[in-house]
């Protein structure tokens, strides 16, 4: 591969928050995107249900990679993603959003056999 091609690199997706700690103090910035769970009643308060953390921008081998790690199923997420957010606050750039995580068009236009 020659240094002006391109290749999409998906992102690695650790198992373990202290893993993910330990890169995001080496990422460019950290996007944590919460996803919401909304009862079906109009007073019901919507809980967190799932959050993603990304690392981007972390170089292994003078690559730029992203690593995730998603934590769901947990009691209390509330409360638990406050105080990973404060941390991680601590240790980098702070972002919500998201991540776009597949491969562009083209790239899968031209690996259409």
């Known amino acids: ?14 198992q373990n928050l ?17 996803e919401f769970y909304i009862g ?10 799932k ?3 990304s690392a981007i921008g972390v170089l292994r ?3 730029p990679l992203t690593f995730r790690y998603v934590i769901d199923d947990v009691r209390d997420l509330d409360r638990i993603a406050a105080e ?17 995580t597949s491969r562009p068009i083209g790239e899968l236009l031209a690996a259409w056999p």
């Open 84 to 100: 990973i957010l404060r941390d991680l606050e601590h240790r980098g750039n702070v972002v919500r959003g998201s991540v776009e």
């Open 51 to 53: 959050l993603t953390l």
């Open 40 to 49: 079906p009643f109009i007073d019901d308060e919507p809980r967190m249900r």
């Open 1 to 14: 591969m020659s240094d002006e091609q391109t290749a999409y690199i998906p992102p690695v997706l650790l």
């Open 61 to 63: 081998n003078g690559i």
């Open 18 to 34: 202290g893993d993910f700690k330990d890169v995001a103090e080496e990422a460019a910035v950290i996007v944590y995107n919460p």
